[in-house]
């Protein structure tokens, strides 16, 4: 809930404030350019909204319509065609398929942080890894248009694609039911200590999407949604709320995809991954985060740096018996307090959904009272490991 405070909290009828908003009922007549309305979403035919985008006044009208059914509409659309020639699909799920078996052939069991390693397999940074490997395969597969279409109709220009590719295997469990990037990745300790605004502000900054690298009947196990929960304000600190989740399993849409087809969504959607019932069928989806070009600061600022050169005075304050808030708040002027962006291959997460930050290992050395020298090395080997491989 969201009172006059500010501040989400857990406290009253969290069932409530969301059957409100998830009985609303999604109508054709409100979208113009919609094809159809299946299980409370929207469905676009691609092929139909080409000639609508091929001129700048029905494009605008169209990445309207998109952004009105993110924000205050369902909050997922689906893509019919979205790659009518699946050819370019094929192709580049071959370059995933050869990245997951060397991952194997190295011992390497990636699942994600909602399914456990075997019952899927994860590959993170797929973005970089298909335009080294595959170029042409890379500039054919992202000059599609409709993915500009919605990112800009989300995030305005200067949008940042990264994708993941997962794969749910045969007999794969389904997630359970969250929130994306950015707030949905926190622990709901950490997201309380962020303002309602800041709550209202995380899902314009990314836009979450997948697109079907195989066919997805509903036994495959397609993403599970609730169309119109982005609208709960106090949905970053209730998914995890059992009665929450038993509510979802209850009313979640489950949209089946053909090879090709896209799906896009708040990020703020409650959803997940479905249960993969079949015995042979790996299904395979490229997962989109897309982010907007305002999440970034206006200088470059080395704060490994930094953080090295003001820790001898840290450590000089904390024996002078400066407060821990004092201390805390000196750190988080110099380090930085975000996990991302990262390498997932070789900074996971460990606990919870994100890695630990620059300025968590500069507090813990300063706790534990290590060395100058060991807090240099800690940050040398976070640093290293946040970065890509070079080819």
Same mark, same amino acid.
């Given at each position: 809930?969201?009172?006059?405070?500010?501040?989400?909290?857990?406290?009253?009828?969290?069932?409530?404030?969301?059957?409100?908003?998830?009985?609303?009922?999604?109508?054709?007549?409100?979208?113009?350019?919609?094809?159809?309305?299946?299980?409370?979403?929207?469905?676009?035919?691609?092929?139909?909204?080409?000639?609508?985008?091929?001129?700048?006044?029905?494009?605008?009208?169209?990445?309207?319509? %998109?952004?009105?059914?993110?924000?205050?509409?369902?909050?997922?659309?689906?893509?019919?065609?979205?790659?009518?020639?699946?050819?370019?699909?094929?192709?580049?799920?071959?370059?995933?398929?050869?990245?997951?078996?060397?991952?194997?052939?190295?011992?390497?069991?990636?699942?994600?942080?909602?399914?456990?390693?075997?019952?899927?397999?994860?590959?993170?940074?797929?973005?970089?890894?298909?335009?080294?490997?595959?170029?042409?395969?890379?500039?054919?597969?992202?000059?599609?248009?409709?993915?500009? %279409?919605?990112?800009?109709?989300?995030?305005?220009?200067?949008?940042?694609?990264?994708?993941?590719?997962?794969?749910?295997?045969?007999?794969?469990?389904?997630?359970?039911?969250?929130?994306?990037?950015?707030?949905?990745?926190?622990?709901?300790?950490?997201?309380?200590?962020?303002?309602?605004?800041?709550?209202?502000?995380?899902?314009?900054?990314?836009?979450?999407?997948?697109?079907?690298?195989?066919?997805?009947?509903?036994?495959?196990?397609?993403?599970?949604?609730?169309?119109?929960?982005?609208?709960?304000?106090?949905?970053?600190?209730?998914?995890?709320?059992?009665?929450?989740?038993?509510?979802?399993?209850?009313?979640?849409?489950? %949209?089946?995809?053909?090879?090709?087809?896209?799906?896009?969504?708040?990020?703020?959607?409650?959803?997940?991954?479905?249960?993969?019932?079949?015995?042979?069928?790996?299904?395979?989806?490229?997962?989109?985060?897309?982010?907007?070009?305002?999440?970034?600061?206006?200088?470059?600022?080395?704060?490994?740096?930094?953080?090295?050169?003001?820790?001898?005075?840290?450590?000089?304050?904390?024996?002078?018996?400066?407060?821990?808030?004092?201390?805390?708040?000196?750190?988080?002027?110099?380090?930085?307090?975000?996990?991302?962006?990262?390498?997932?291959?070789?900074?996971?997460?460990?606990?919870?959904?994100?890695?630990?930050?620059?300025?968590?290992?500069?507090?813990?050395?300063?706790?534990?009272?290590?060395?100058?020298?060991?807090?240099?090395?800690?940050?040398?080997?976070?640093?290293?490991?946040?970065?890509?491989?070079?080819?």
């Amino acid at each position: 809930m969201s009172d006059q405070s500010g501040w989400v909290s857990n406290t009253g009828d969290q069932l409530s404030e969301l059957k409100v908003l998830a009985e609303s009922k999604t109508l054709l007549s409100d979208y113009k350019f919609a094809s159809s309305v299946e299980q409370n979403t929207l469905v676009y035919d691609c092929e139909k909204l080409l000639p609508q985008i091929s001129s700048r006044d029905g494009r605008r009208a169209v990445m309207a319509e %998109l952004g009105r059914a993110l924000l205050s509409g369902p909050g997922i659309v689906a893509f019919k065609g979205m790659y009518p020639d699946t050819a370019i699909v094929d192709r580049v799920s071959n370059v995933y398929w050869e990245i997951i078996e060397e991952q194997h052939a190295r011992g390497e069991a990636k699942g994600d942080h909602y399914a456990k390693p075997g019952s899927n397999d994860r590959v993170w940074n797929v973005q970089e890894k298909l335009a080294l490997r595959d170029p042409d395969a890379f500039v054919d597969y992202y000059a599609n248009d409709f993915i500009s %279409l919605i990112a800009t109709a989300w995030l305005g220009p200067a949008y940042q694609i990264t994708t993941q590719v997962n794969v749910v295997n045969p007999g794969g469990d389904a997630q359970q039911p969250h929130r994306d990037y950015h707030l949905g990745f926190l622990t709901d300790e950490q997201a309380f200590d962020y303002p309602t605004h800041v709550h209202l502000l995380s899902p314009v900054l990314t836009l979450q999407g997948a697109v079907a690298h195989t066919n997805m009947p509903r036994e495959t196990g397609p993403t599970m949604y609730l169309p119109h929960s982005q609208k709960m304000v106090s949905g970053y600190v209730a998914w995890r709320n059992p009665v929450i989740r038993n509510y979802f399993a209850e009313n979640f849409a489950q %949209l089946p995809l053909q090879k090709g087809d896209g799906a896009f969504f708040n990020p703020a959607v409650f959803h997940a991954a479905g249960t993969n019932q079949t015995l042979d069928i790996k299904r395979m989806a490229n997962l989109m985060q897309i982010g907007s070009a305002f999440g970034r600061t206006l200088e470059t600022v080395d704060r490994q740096q930094m953080s090295n050169a003001i820790y001898p005075t840290l450590q000089k304050r904390k024996a002078d018996g400066w407060s821990r808030q004092s201390l805390q708040n000196s750190i988080a002027a110099c380090a930085e307090g975000y996990a991302f962006p990262t390498n997932l291959d070789r900074d996971p997460p460990l606990k919870g959904l994100a890695p630990q930050s620059q300025s968590d290992f500069v507090w813990q050395a300063l706790e534990s009272d290590r060395s100058a020298s060991d807090l240099c090395a800690t940050l040398e080997a976070l640093s290293n490991r946040q970065q890509t491989d070079r080819a």
